[in-house]
């Protein structure tokens, strides 16, 4: 009998610290429990007492008491963080799969003789009218060069203020997060992974598989830099690169890079740049 009334004793004391606790703090918390609320609280309190403590000793936000439960954000409870740490093995995994499903597609072409010709294809992959062919000698660096990006400095020519120590901080982890992201392994590498098979005595002209999306990237900047030749099938002429017309258009927010024969075929269309919502100044 001695041990119950000890219990209610210290469930009471407790009951009554736990209301003081929120009669001293209820106007410095965001959103503060309501009387009626409390009162109920308090009450169960007298009876579960040992639960109060519990949930006191291992919650890290204390006010969460004292305030309404609606608002309370939930935990990072050891848990949580056992579970990111398997989201992030996980997710490496599956990224070794992907890379080791291309190597694999990669390694069952065929090999790659002195040519590579590009099918020019439109905005969603439809086949457009060009037909482009590049030797793989010159395909080679234009490769290397977009797997070994420039180092991109975000505020280069830009003045700051170096001694906020903060934002240098925030521009060093930005640019940072760019500069990693952009050495990833990317179609690139594996474009690059089939072309170093060429043989240069090996007198042949493969076409790149529809897979190598990424190509039309690679296949506008040869023309730009004035390498290769198009074969315009509405005109049935070879064109050397120099011929071709790079131009920029555009459509709702995007801007599109766009190669034209000199008869104004359009010859391959591609994503450039995606102006994300309203631009403002
Ligand atoms: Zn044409």
């Not at 590579?116 to 969603?124: A, E, L, P, R, V």
Request: charged share 25%; hydrophobic share 40%.
């Amino acid at each position: 009998m001695i041990y119950l009334m000890l219990y209610f004793l210290v469930g009471g004391l407790s009951s009554c610290a736990f209301f003081g606790y929120w009669w001293l703090y209820k106007d410095r918390v965001e959103n503060p429990a309501s009387l009626k609320l409390m009162l109920i609280r308090a009450t169960a309190y007298i009876f579960v007492w040992p639960v109060l403590y519990w949930k006191w000793l291992k919650s890290q936000d204390k006010t969460r008491f004292i305030t309404h439960p609606d608002f309370v954000l939930p935990e990072l409870s050891p848990a949580n963080a056992e579970a990111v740490k398997l989201n992030a093995q996980k997710a490496a995994l599956k990224a070794q799969k992907v890379q080791q499903e291309w190597e694999a597609f990669v390694d069952a072409l065929p090999q790659c003789g002195s040519h590579i010709m590009y099918k020019g294809t439109d905005i969603y992959g439809e086949r457009l009218n060009g037909r482009f062919i590049f030797e793989t000698a010159d395909l080679l660096p234009v490769l290397f060069d977009a797997m070994h990006p420039e180092p991109f400095d975000i505020d280069e020519g830009r003045d700051i203020d170096e001694t906020d120590v903060q934002a240098l901080n925030v521009r060093n982890e930005l640019n940072e997060w760019i500069n990693t992201n952009r050495k990833a392994v990317k179609q690139e590498h594996y474009i690059h992974r089939w072309l170093r098979t060429y043989d240069p005595a090996l007198y042949v002209c493969n076409v790149v598989p529809n897979s190598f999306d990424r190509f039309e990237y690679i296949a506008s900047e040869m023309i730009e830099a004035g390498k290769g030749q198009a074969h315009c099938k509405s005109c049935n002429t070879v064109y050397d690169a120099s011929d071709i017309k790079a131009v920029d258009g555009g459509q709702g927010s995007w801007i599109f890079g766009e190669l034209y024969c000199p008869k104004e075929h359009l010859l391959a269309r591609r994503k450039k740049i995606h102006f994300m919502g309203a631009i403002q100044n």
